[in-house]
């Protein structure tokens, strides 16, 4: 057996370099990408000598195998790995190297949020010395009752694999299940390779065939015959059968299937927020977003469907308002998923574990001819037409000094390209965007609402940036965040002007939490804690009036972006759209800053989000909250269908 004398750090990048994903598309043309295009990193002393010093030397021989990209933070650079892998549709994905200690422990939260959406991201914490020479090293956690425990062991509950190479020889078979599991759209998530830095740096022989390219082709399972039989049974006795398409129908590249089946049967379609983009939104069976944040057209509907056909979807609380959605007393839930856990879900007895575009295939050719009754269709078409109208009214410019979300909202599309990309993750935006956002390209609608994560959308508008690159697609990205999201994490700015890489980002100004705020009101705490004013140490709070001089445009135009400021008044929609239009002429990053009112509201979906308001209290707002908790909550019901 023929082998090189390598680091067990210079033997994992080049193993990573010579890995590819094949799948293929609707029509059977092969899709060949590399698994690992590059690596994020953060160099301290737990990986500079070992990752740091292979990934150098690589560069040193082979520029262009594993190209190698500054980061400003961990938790950013694997939003950044989470953001590509949703534009590559869980091909590829970005491996991301931290130090010991805080810089891996900076990477716990992106990785629960990759878990979370079953996106793909290779994380390569470094850890404290296998060898236990020097403990404790620098920024080492130590518990006496388990020497043995280490930070990185917080990945464990994080991560769909973990392990850590305690030995080089380990290496290979640890290597290969990690990518196993990082390919498979059953099992991904974080996948999580704990890299001792004594055992980066130390030498093993690797057999070349190791080394050699080796192709990793994505799972598609075909549906079994009975459960397809069992399913076109339960369409044909269905009278308002309903679609909630997930994630599932984009990372499977179902799109177009569900078009045709939905055009063949009627069938009317709701979206979760990852798999909005699965119609586009003037789609005769479209209905809008399902659920707490979803569309009053889809929220009518779902409360009187008798089958819920749920195609890629993980049903959070938000796809199904908190189990208050679906209130017909004999609804039935048909799973389409690639992963049993999730098909299996709400106690259906008609689980489908297929690929979601080869379960559309074989549902549409055995209901040919089926198709939903003329009155559920007449009914389909005008409950969209009164929402198109509700949302038309919502993005008309008010006029006001400050502009409520909806219409920014509103300027925003109206300056966008059908094919541009919409980013968002957390705060009031995402609910406005599921209600209000038409998304017209099925990659054009990018929000992070499973782990829901402050901080995400500069990062995983960048990632998605650079996964469109990839592909040659120049269209732009457009992040839209408040200023409590931004104030969690934006540095990756800098990653953005340092590579010329283009994004447009529209913070909106709401001097504080606007959608906490919001929820704040509804349970009964009126915005305590939720605004970002001055400490007024004779009150002991932060609740006067006095805003604090924090000024944002001017922070991200430290970081080199070109900025454009929209002033309050009259025509702040007009400007703000004309704003757009200019980032979008650019050929490189603008920030959008615009103040809002964050007491402007989109319009009811009817939707539902169950937060327990406290069952005693001496406030009296609080009080009415639970009079009125206790009446939303008794629409609950357990979904054992």
């Known amino acids: 057996m023929t082998t090189r004398r390598m680091t067990v750090g210079q033997a994992l990048i080049e193993f990573l370099a010579q890995q590819w994903t094949v799948d293929r598309d609707a029509d059977g043309t092969e899709i060949r990408e590399r698994t690992i295009p590059g690596v994020f990193g953060i160099f301290g002393h737990g990986n500079v000598a070992g990752v740091g010093q292979a990934l150098k030397q690589l560069h040193a021989e082979q520029p262009a195998l594993m190209p190698y990209y500054q980061a400003r933070n961990e938790q950013a650079m694997v939003h950044q790995a989470v953001g590509y892998a949703r534009m590559h549709r869980r091909r590829g994905t970005y491996a991301s190297t931290a130090s010991v200690g805080p810089g891996a422990s900076n990477m716990l939260t992106a990785a629960a949020l990759a878990t979370a959406n079953r996106l793909p991201a290779l994380l390569l914490p470094s850890d404290t010395f296998a060898t236990r020479v020097a403990d404790p090293v620098l920024q080492q956690l130590e518990q006496p009752h388990d020497i043995g425990i280490t930070v990185n062991d917080a990945f464990r509950p994080l991560s769909r694999f973990f392990d850590r190479v305690q030995r080089p020889e380990q290496l290979f078979s640890i290597a290969l299940a990690a990518m196993r599991v990082l390919t498979d759209p059953a099992e991904t998530g974080a996948v999580t390779i704990s890299l001792p830095e004594d055992v980066q740096a130390e030498a093993l022989d690797v057999p070349l065939e190791f080394l050699q390219p080796r192709e990793w082709r994505i799972r598609r399972p075909l549906p079994e015959r009975d459960a397809i039989a069992a399913a076109v049974e339960a369409i044909r006795a269905a009278r308002r059968p309903l679609i909630v398409a997930g994630g599932g129908v984009l990372y499977s590249g179902a799109e177009e299937q ?6 063949a049967t009627g069938i009317p379609v709701a979206t979760s927020q990852a798999g909005g983009g699965a119609l586009p939104w003037d789609h005769p069976q479209y209905l809008g977003g399902a659920g707490a944040t979803g569309s009053l057209a889809a929220n009518r509907l779902a409360a009187e469907a008798d089958l819920v056909i749920g195609i890629g979807t993980r049903y959070s609380d938000f796809t199904s308002a908190s189990r208050t959605a679906f209130q017909h007393p004999k609804v039935r839930f048909l799973n389409i998923n690639v992963a049993a856990f999730d098909a299996y879900k709400h106690g259906t007895q008609l689980p489908l574990i297929a690929d979601a575009r080869e379960a559309l295939m074989s549902l549409t050719a055995e209901l040919a001819g089926e198709r939903v009754a003329v009155e559920y269709a007449e009914r389909i078409a005008t409950e ?8 038309d009214g919502a993005f008309e410019p008010s006029g006001r000094e400050l502009p409520g979300q909806p219409e920014i909202v509103g300027a925003v599309q109206r300056a966008s390209d059908p094919r541009d990309v919409i980013v968002q993750a957390a705060g009031s935006l995402p609910g406005d965007l599921h209600k209000l956002w038409r998304v017209r390209d099925p990659l054009g ?8 994560c402050m901080g995400y959308e500069i990062a995983g508008g960048l990632g998605a940036k650079r996964g469109l690159l990839a592909m040659g697609d120049d269209r732009d990205v457009i992040v839209m965040v408040g200023d409590g999201s931004y104030l969690m994490l934006n540095t990756e700015l800098v990653t953005a002007v340092a590579e010329g890489i283009k994004i447009i980002v529209v913070l909106i100004q709401n001097h504080g939490y606007a959608s906490i705020g919001h ?12 605004k970002y004013r001055a400490y007024d140490a004779e009150s002991l709070s932060f609740q006067g009036e006095e805003r604090l001089p924090v000024d944002l445009a001017m922070n991200a135009r430290s970081y080199g972006m070109d900025v454009l400021e929209v002033q309050p008044g009259a025509t702040a929609i007009v400007d703000l759209q004309a704003a757009v239009a200019t980032a979008k002429a650019s050929s490189g990053s603008t920030f959008i800053h615009i103040n809002s009112d964050p007491h402007v509201y989109a319009p009811d979906g009817a939707g539902w989000w169950d937060v327990p308001v406290a069952e005693v209290s001496t406030v009296v707002s609080t009080q009415r909250a639970r009079a009125a908790y206790e009446q939303r909550v008794k629409a609950q019901r357990p979904l054992l269908g």
Request: proline residues 0%.
């Open 258 to 263: 569900l078009r045709t089946f939905v055009e």
């Open 384 to 391: 969209n037409a009164e929402w198109d109208a509700l949302v």
């Open 445 to 452: 609608y990018h929000v992070e609402y499973a782990f829901s």
């Open 519 to 530: 929820l704040s009101e509804t349970v009964g705490s009126e915005r305590f804690g939720t």
